[in-house]
């Protein structure tokens, strides 16, 4: 999977007033379904299907939490933690 990275109108839309949540999960489905209950609940989401995604958002992005799946594909996630 190719790394993700986000374009300058994904930056430049980010509000850095609200609550932030970023979502680190290999598997699409479960992804979804958290980020829609997250943005539901007036949080902004931004899912990672890597630790590679992960820490490149966690190094362009400030976010207030985030959940991290146990076994991504590149890296276990407590490692990631």
């Given at each position: 999977?190719?790394?993700?990275?986000?374009?300058?109108e994904?930056?430049?839309d980010?509000d850095?007033?609200?609550?932030?949540?970023?979502?680190?999960?290999?598997?699409?489905?479960?992804?979804?379904?958290?980020?829609q209950?997250?943005?539901?609940?007036?949080?902004?989401?931004?899912v990672a299907?890597?630790a590679t995604?992960?820490?490149?958002?966690?190094?362009?992005?400030?976010y207030?939490a985030?959940?991290?799946?146990l076994?991504?594909?590149?890296?276990?996630?407590l490692?990631?933690?």
């Amino acid at each position: 999977m190719p790394i993700y990275s986000p374009s300058k109108e994904e930056l430049s839309d980010q509000d850095l007033t609200g609550p932030s949540i970023l979502v680190c999960e290999d598997e699409e489905a479960p992804a979804y379904l958290l980020k829609q209950i997250l943005s539901q609940a007036g949080y902004k989401v931004d899912v990672a299907y890597t630790a590679t995604q992960a820490r490149y958002l966690l190094k362009t992005k400030l976010y207030d939490a985030m959940t991290v799946d146990l076994l991504l594909p590149d890296q276990d996630g407590l490692s990631l933690l």
